[in-house]
């Protein structure tokens, strides 16, 4: 159990709230999250590299839906594989637009 985190913790090194880490859980992004013998939620270092993935899609715009289509396909591996690869690559473009335009936005307010 040493490796395992406390929700607390794991708020703090992913700068989520707890409130979000149970919305994720509830939402079914994250799946049921161990827990130890008082019930207290104890994450794994794979939950929370998982964490930090949809850390970094939610920062960089993705949509809750779009996060959980990808968490879905994602559990169906590798079957979907293509169209988990599609949506990452659409968010990448879509991303990278959103960079460009902000770059241009800042070379008029310089």
């Known amino acids: 159990m040493e490796d395992k985190l406390t ?6 090194l992913s700068g989520l ?4 880490l149970h ?3 509830r939402l079914g992004l994250l799946e049921a999250v ?15 590299r998982q964490i930090q993935f949809l850390n970094c899609l939610r920062a960089t715009g993705m ?5 959980q ?3 879905s396909l994602f559990r169906q591996q590798p079957e979907v594989l293509e169209k988990r690869r599609l949506i990452l690559e659409q968010h990448q473009q879509q991303v990278s637009d959103r960079i460009l335009q902000l770059k241009q936005h800042l070379e008029v307010i310089d």
Do not use: C, F, L
């Open 69 to 71: 289509q990808y968490v």
């Open 34 to 48: 161990d827990r130890d013998q008082k019930g207290h939620r104890r994450y794994s270092p794979e939950n929370v």
């Open 17 to 20: 709230s707890v409130h979000t």
């Open 23 to 25: 919305y994720y859980e």
């Open 7 to 12: 929700i607390a913790e794991v708020a703090s």
């Open 63 to 67: 949509s809750i839906r779009q996060m």
